[in-house]
């Protein structure tokens, strides 16, 4: 295995949950990477949104593409959210894969949701993953499911077996977003064999109380995108106010730092 995959997995065994902040630009990556994240994912809301697209639509897979070539000047590992994989045949998903794993990406996340609010069904996403697996071994594979993101009913044991599927399909690790309380989580865990990334919840458990409960993986999702954009409306608020903005944002220096690659 060669050693940015095998050390991309190997902080799913660490002592501490992965916290992986999604990023939407190099910029926003590049400022992850200056705060001693070794690794960043991708959201693709903040892709799509970024691109004038929709989320969710497989509309994003050349954005994917020109990210990650962007991306790999970052000294920082990358894993892309492709949503459903950006196709519902898995040898194209598949192709989408090896390119992503040729420009030096070490993992993606695969959904299970839909754009209309309904579930794939299970075989295919586990395909899906199957196909994967076959061209681009290396590739940590993030199968996500969304029961309770997208309201099913009774999600807890509907989670586990889709789980279990995309597990045998050689699933490196399940994603399960929307999970409400510690409970749930902690059957989560002890239903999955695979790694557990959740979704991080404002006033929801601590990555400590996460840690507790046996989670490898803490993602931030659209969180930073929309926080942002949320900051950026705040601070031009305040502008038109005459009152001081709310935030200091980073400096011209900062950014100009971080978004050149060739500076020590």
């Not at 194209?92 to 609010?117: H, K, Q, S, T």
């Not at 989560?188 to 996460?210: S, W």
Request: aromatic fraction near 4%; hydrophobic fraction near 45%; glycine fraction near 8%.
């Amino acid at each position: 295995m060669n050693e940015r995959c095998a050390a991309f997995r190997a902080l799913h065994h660490a002592d501490r949950p992965l916290l992986l902040p999604n990023a939407w630009d190099h910029a926003s990556a590049a400022a992850f990477v200056a705060r001693g994240h070794p690794a960043v994912g991708t959201t693709s809301l903040g892709v799509a949104a970024s691109a004038g697209l929709p989320d969710g639509l497989a509309a994003t897979r050349a954005e994917n593409l020109r990210l990650a070539r962007v991306l790999r000047r970052l000294p920082v590992l990358v894993t892309v959210d492709v949503e459903a994989g950006c196709a519902d045949d898995p040898a194209a998903v598949a192709e989408l894969a090896v390119e992503l794993a040729a420009l030096g990406v070490v993992g993606i996340n695969l959904e299970d949701g839909r754009a209309d609010g309904t579930l794939d069904p299970p075989e295919l996403t586990a395909a899906k993953v199957a196909a994967v697996k076959v061209v681009a071994p290396e590739l940590f594979v993030n199968a996500r499911t969304d029961t309770w993101w997208l309201g099913v009913p009774d999600p807890l044991p509907e989670a586990l077996r889709r789980a279990r599927g995309y597990e045998d399909a050689g699933a490196d690790g399940i994603f399960v977003p929307g999970a409400p309380d510690v409970d749930t989580v902690a059957a989560l865990v002890a239903g999955i064999d695979a790694p557990l990334n959740v979704l991080y919840r404002p006033g929801g458990p601590t990555l400590d109380e996460l840690r507790a409960l046996g989670v490898a993986r803490v993602s931030t999702g659209s969180l930073l995108f929309r926080a942002a954009l949320g900051g950026a409306l705040d601070t031009l608020d305040a502008v038109r106010s005459g009152v001081t903005p709310p935030t200091r944002p980073p400096s011209y220096d900062e950014v100009q730092r971080w978004s050149d690659t060739s500076r020590p």
